[in-house]
């Protein structure tokens, strides 16, 4: 695979996490193709087609967690696919923290997002041990 067609996609998603950063929602939501394709595998009831609802989830984001910060800690490329894992942390606005971190694969063609598969959660603060989360998921 040439360099350029690997450093395409990541300025993409370069581009991507500045304009977030930045809460720039013009800039974030024209990362996104008209017909952008959002799948949550975990929840799939939470998937979505179009950047207008990119938007809209962006939008209330950035009202409620007014200092969010993202970054993407490791990215790998492989033809149009973007694994990406994330980071984002903020305060909501009653004063508690916001922290998600999770893998975001991202289908990016031409400059645009097209399609992701969302595996991002919130972090799980709670003292769990591994023991009581796997009975917690086994034992019925």
């Known amino acids: 695979m040439e360099v350029g067609a690997v450093e395409e996609p990541l300025v993409t998603i370069e581009r991507l996490v500045e304009s977030t950063n930045r809460h720039d929602l013009d800039a974030l939501v024209g990362c996104f193709a008209e017909d952008y394709r ?3 595998p975990a929840h799939p009831a939470r998937s979505f087609t179009g ?3 990119v938007g809209r989830n962006w939008s209330e984001i950035f009202a409620f967690v007014p200092d969010i910060q993202v970054q993407v800690l490791r990215a790998a490329v492989d033809g149009d696919a973007v694994w990406t894992e994330w980071e984002m942390e903020g305060t909501r606005r009653d004063g508690t923290p916001s ?3 999770g893998v975001i694969v991202f289908g990016v063609s031409t400059g645009l997002i097209r399609w ?3 595996y991002l959660e919130p972090v799980d603060e709670s003292s769990t041990t591994v023991d009581e989360a ?3 998921q086994v034992v019925r």
Do not use: D, L, Y
Request: glycine share 6%; hydrophobic share 25%.
């Open 38 to 40: 959002n799948e949550t």
């Open 51 to 53: 950047k207008a609802q």
């Open 99 to 101: 922290r998600m971190r």
């Open 116 to 118: 992701a598969r969302f």
């Open 134 to 136: 796997r009975r917690g």
